[in-house]
């Protein structure tokens, strides 16, 4: 059976203020009236049983995830809440060996909480496509066709021959941290460079077979976990490091499916423009506005009347308790700015 790992323990920092440590964007109405979260498990649920759906988040989301899982009918035995957060790889390695208990022959897909897909059905067929592909033994990974030369996203560049199981996908040749403007303006030249989307599709004895490979003494603490105490007994022993760095970039069984389905990672403000309705100059307001002459501007406010005059490329963000001002080529940095708040220990409004 085919089984799904919903990554929602993340921050949302670059979505502050908006976004707080415990109020994340996971759990916020951004795209329509439901959370991110609830709009990620409703796009796959045509494919996966609500049952065969695992979510992985931290233990203070406990309360909030069980409110909006109840109502979605997914079983409160599937949530593995994190003592600490670790990033990508310790939760995806514990709940493939879980889940590789429960069923030997299953398939997993790994999906991050906070992406927009504009194409479903398109999206459907991509994923049912990855997993015939993943179950010949291969590490899927849906690749993005880059639309421009975005700074804020990881890229993967591909091999030019496709896999030996079908002419649908290719044979990776590298991961590519996010890069600067020069490199990412010649890799959208370039048709063998896609976004990296962190979603992956493989068969947990593959994936864990690698993690034995290329992490051992990890893989073994992973083998000792038998119930919840051996879990948060362990999980200090795992290093907090992405799926990406610890397996991906490493293994020679990634192969890349090329995905033109509308995917738009809500990262940060910036995206909401690819997604939110615009004036006739670019602008995107919501909440109470008055504006004049503005262009390209974004403003997002919950309660307080806001206006604007003459801005161009500017974002504005206002919520009850810290107000963001940037451009909007800034966009990426507003997770700098939180960890300046930390640093003076503004603890209210992280």
């Given at each position: 059976m085919t089984y799904a790992i919903i990554l929602a323990g993340g921050t949302g920092t670059r979505f502050w203020p908006l976004s707080r440590e415990l109020e994340p964007k996971q759990?916020?109405?951004?795209?329509?009236?439901?959370?991110?979260?609830?709009?990620?498990?409703?796009?796959?649920?045509?494919?996966?049983?609500?049952?065969?759906?695992?979510?992985?988040?931290?233990?203070i989301y406990?309360?909030?995830i069980k409110k909006c899982l109840k109502k979605l009918n997914i079983p409160s035995g599937n949530i593995l809440l994190e003592p600490q957060s670790k990033n990508t790889f310790a939760p995806i390695a514990v709940l493939s060996k879980n889940i590789s208990n429960l069923d030997a022959d299953s398939c997993l897909v790994v999906l991050p909480s906070d992406h927009f897909i504009k194409h479903q059905n398109r999206f459907l067929k991509?994923?049912?496509?990855?997993?015939?592909?993943?179950?010949?033994?291969?590490?899927?990974?849906?690749?993005?066709?880059?639309?421009?030369?975005?700074?804020g996203y990881g890229y993967i560049k591909i091999k030019s021959h496709v896999t030996r199981h079908t002419s649908h996908a290719y044979e990776i040749d590298r991961f590519i941290e996010k890069p600067n403007l020069t490199r990412a303006k010649k890799f959208i030249q370039d048709k063998r460079y896609y976004w990296n989307s962190g979603i992956f599709i493989f068969r947990p004895d593959v994936?864990?077979?690698?993690?034995k490979k290329f992490m051992p003494r990890i893989y073994n603490t992973v083998m000792q976990i038998k119930n919840k105490k051996d879990f948060n007994r362990l999980w200090h022993k795992f290093p907090s490091i992405s799926i990406d760095y610890a397996i991906m970039e490493k293994t020679n069984k990634m192969a890349l499916l090329p995905a033109d389905c509308g995917w738009i990672d809500l990262g940060s403000w910036e995206a909401?423009?690819?997604?939110?309705k615009k004036d006739k100059n670019g602008n995107i307001f919501?909440?109470?506005?008055?504006?004049?002459?503005?262009?390209?501007?974004?403003?997002?406010?919950?309660?307080?009347?806001?206006?604007?005059?003459?801005?161009?490329?500017?974002?504005?963000?206002?919520?009850?308790?810290?107000?963001?001002?940037?451009?909007?080529?800034?966009?990426?940095?507003v997770k700098k700015t939180v960890g300046l708040l930390k640093q003076k220990n503004y603890k209210d409004e992280i």
């Open positions: 759990f916020l109405n951004v795209c329509s009236t439901k959370s991110m979260l609830e709009e990620t498990i409703d796009r796959i649920t045509p494919l996966i049983k609500k049952e065969n759906i695992y979510i992985a988040t931290s233990r406990e309360q909030k991509l994923l049912s496509k990855g997993i015939e592909i993943a179950r010949c033994g291969y590490i899927v990974s849906l690749g993005i066709p880059p639309s421009r030369p975005e700074t994936i864990l077979e690698e993690i909401i423009g690819e997604i939110a919501r909440g109470k506005f008055i504006d004049i002459g503005s262009k390209n501007t974004l403003v997002w406010s919950d309660k307080r009347l806001i206006t604007t005059l003459g801005l161009n490329n500017i974002i504005i963000v206002d919520t009850e308790d810290a107000l963001l001002v940037c451009r909007r080529d800034r966009s990426q940095d």
